[in-house]
């Protein structure tokens, strides 16, 4: 009896293994080849096109003060490069955006768990705040000029009323998809009340609130520059924004196109290196990422 | 986790879960829906009970009852301590690796951080999962994904689990060798198991008694003792004899609400 007893599960153990064997793929990570071909290539044809209807539609058009050429846009990027002014208009723009990006993580947090979590505050904030969300946000440009004056705490509000109501709202909604199974799993194990909330119900809404961040970014970088054409103020030092402005009074269209690349770069210079990454990386750490 | 366990139950507890006419209904758009009527069953230490009926009978809101998620209607639940619960999907956090699934039921029963590393391997060998600590939970097969949650449920070293239906979505083979592994942590364990199934077979192949549920409401129709030795197999002629008389029964249940 014993000895059949031992064979039956030594015969288990060989099985599952087996079977373990038969149901787990392997997946291997792309080459660069594959990258390349999937990723950098098709952009850089994008790239490559714009660039050919520019050249082609400049002696078209004929008209420097409309539309500069390639090259002029090249060399107003040259000067600023050489003068030591690129990089801190770039700096002033990004530096003041991330700072209230971060102050909007800071209130947008609590105030999005909240929303979620308690009844009261979600009737009583909840379609305010789903509705700001569709309120262009530059529209708080000028109340915020005249409460707060020309400086920088104007743009930063205007950034805070851009992203908070994103980042609430993202977090809301991933708390309401959760699904209640995990909630349930939670509670058998012992996750209920404070305990829940920080291992069951914020991982398990994380892609929601990603998402929201993401968004919030966008909405953020947009007032800023809506705030800094708006703002011009000596003291304020010259962002991307400013350099936009500047462009268009001194009827510079190369530096108003110089500051348009600059401003598209760097919205999807920050996506790219930090926002699509982390979400990426929330995804696929679930398997919610289909590779195609 | 024998010897812990041992210690633990030491004050000596008649019961590992206890219902006391239990009835359970639901408010729906028609009105109440009584969904449980009457459930009295007892769980005994150590003992591996079945709970058999067709699919919507009640045999999940049972559970859920017992595992605390839920309140009935009327009637009492008494358990001897927080029972684990196993879902009828496998219910992973899928957040979090596979170890580390198990690492949190361990956290959460105030297991100190140096023991839990350690603790989890041991499990994890206990499902016959040697290396699956570091795994992602979509990286698992469904069988391996049920043995993770069986390892997580087993880590809060309940002294009664409660499955619900845990195997009915794999395949006949992998169902198989879970039945021996249950078997097998249930012998080494000496943990009481409530398991809800609607596979006739399997309720024979694993327990010491089948309980049978009928339909709408949910009643305790019938009860067998099993004492057919263990390790049992599924095809064993035994279970398939009493399997055959089970079967007969709960046709007639269902028939009589064809009647009506
Ligand atoms: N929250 C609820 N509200 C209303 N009705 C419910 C609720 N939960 C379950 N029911 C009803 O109770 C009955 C029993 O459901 P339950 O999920 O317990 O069945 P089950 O026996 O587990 O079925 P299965 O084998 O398919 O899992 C069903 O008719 C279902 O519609
Ligand atoms: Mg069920």
Known sequence: ?292 | MATTLAKETTESVEHAARLEHVSKSFATPGGQQLVLDDITIDVAPGEFVTLLGASGCGKSTLLNLVAGLDRPTTGSITTDGRPALMFQEHALFPWLTAGKNIELALKLRGVPKDERRGRTEELLELVRLPGAYGKRVHELSGGMRQRVAMARALAQESRILLMDEPFAALDAITRDVLHDELTRIWGETGLSVLFVTHNVREAVRLAQRVILLSSRPGRIAREWTVDIPQPRRIEDAPVAELSLEITDVLRGEIRRHGQH
């Open chain 1, 1 to 292: 009896m014993a000895s059949t007893e031992t064979t039956t599960v030594k015969d288990g153990g060989s099985v599952e293994a087996g079977l373990d064997a038969l149901e787990t793929t392997v997946t291997g990570r792309p080459t660069f080849r594959q990258t390349f071909v999937n990723k950098i290539f098709p952009p850089i044809v994008a790239l490559a096109v714009v660039m050919v209807v520019w050249l082609i539609l400049t002696p078209i058009v004929d008209d420097p003060s409309k539309l500069p050429s390639p090259g002029a846009v090249g060399t107003e990027f040259k000067n600023a490069w050489l003068a030591g002014d690129l990089l801190g208009y770039i700096w002033t723009s990004v530096s003041r955006g991330l700072l209230g990006f971060f102050f909007a993580l800071l209130i947008g947090t609590p105030l999005g768990l909240l929303v979620a979590r308690v009844k009261f505050v979600r009737a009583a904030i909840g379609p305010i705040l789903s509705g700001l969300q569709s309120l262009p946000s530059v529209a708080w440009v000028p109340p915020a000029v005249i409460w707060l004056g020309l400086n920088n705490s104007m743009m930063y509000a205007v950034i805070l009323l851009g992203a908070v109501p994103s980042i609430a709202n993202g977090l809301v909604s991933g708390v309401d998809q959760v699904p209640p199974l995990f909630l349930r799993a939670g509670r058998t194990m012992g996750a209920t009340g404070v305990k829940g909330i920080w291992h069951v119900t914020l991982p398990a809404a994380l892609p929601g609130y990603v998402a929201g961040l993401k968004q919030g970014w966008a909405f953020s970088w947009r007032s800023l520059m809506a705030a800094e054409i708006i703002a011009q103020f000596p003291d304020l030092g010259v962002g991307l924004g400013q350099l936009l402005e500047n462009g268009r009074t001194n009827s510079d269209m190369a530096m108003v196109f110089e500051a348009i690349v600059l401003i598209l770069f760097v919205g999807i210079a920050i996506d790219l290196l930090i926002f699509s990454p982390l979400e990426r990386w929330v995804l696929r750490s679930r398997g919610l990422l289909v590779k195609s």
